[in-house]
């Protein structure tokens, strides 16, 4: 399949949100990817369900929601209510994974799981294939234009290895310090979609970044 883009909507000038929203959907980006900060999980908060609503009545694409909160399971039903189509939680945050899993897909969203960069991929076998996505850190959660972590390579690679034979159509996905200098090697190595803040909306051409990220080359053929 070809690769994803997904925007990161905390990167967006929120004096100028609407506008921002019209440029991705104006764009060859496929999701908006919408990071939920609490100040508890993470050290920083980002906003909650009124500005969510708000990007959902604008957006023309999924909405990409990844909760980097604690008890992530407290409010599924709120955010797909709020125009969640898939929901990211916290390996680290879930004390029973495996039953937030089947509340996501009860709500109605695709159900994720977020990896810090610190936690092996191997945790996940036992679930992988309840999965419709996993979503690889290659930055520290909560703030945005940290230096990218080069074992995110050796990461994706493990979990496209392990996904071949528990969940063929699994999608990956990386967040923290993409750009296009490193998109290629990310979807050589495996993944699938790519989050994207500031090197989107810090571009003087946001939307030729994003239509150039949708069709970097990785030289892979077959």
């Known amino acids: 399949m070809k690769h994803l883009i997904a925007p990161s909507v905390l990167a967006a000038d929120f004096a100028n949100l609407q506008r921002d929203i019209e440029m991705i959907n104006a764009s060859e980006a496929d999701w908006f990817h919408v990071d939920v900060m609490d100040g508890v999980f ?36 709120r955010f797909v209510a709020a125009g969640a189509a898939s929901i990211t939680v916290h390996y680290e945050a879930c004390t029973h994974l495996h039953k937030t899993i089947q509340a996501i897909h009860a709500a109605g969203a695709k159900a994720c799981v977020a990896l810090n960069p610190h936690t092996p991929v191997e945790l996940l076998k036992d679930i992988l294939q309840d999965l419709d996505m996993v979503l690889i850190m290659s930055v520290n959660p909560g703030f945005g234009g940290q230096q ?20 063929p159509d699994l999608l990956i996905e990386v967040d923290g310090g993409v750009s296009m200098h490193n998109a290629a090697d990310l979807i050589a190595a495996g993944a699938n979609v790519l989050v994207a803040g500031n090197a989107v909306f810090a571009d003087p051409s946001p939307h030729s970044i994003i239509t150039s990220m949708k069709n970097v080359s990785t030289g892979i053929t077959g």
């Open 42 to 77: 993470v050290p920083n908060i980002s906003f909650g369900f009124p500005v969510m609503e708000a990007i959902s009545r604008y957006a023309k694409k999924p909405l990409d929601v990844h909760l980097m909160i604690i008890n992530p399971e407290h409010y599924i039903e």
């Open 148 to 167: 990218f972590i080069a074992n995110t390579y050796r990461k994706i690679t493990a979990l496209r290895t392990m996904a071949a034979s528990l969940n």
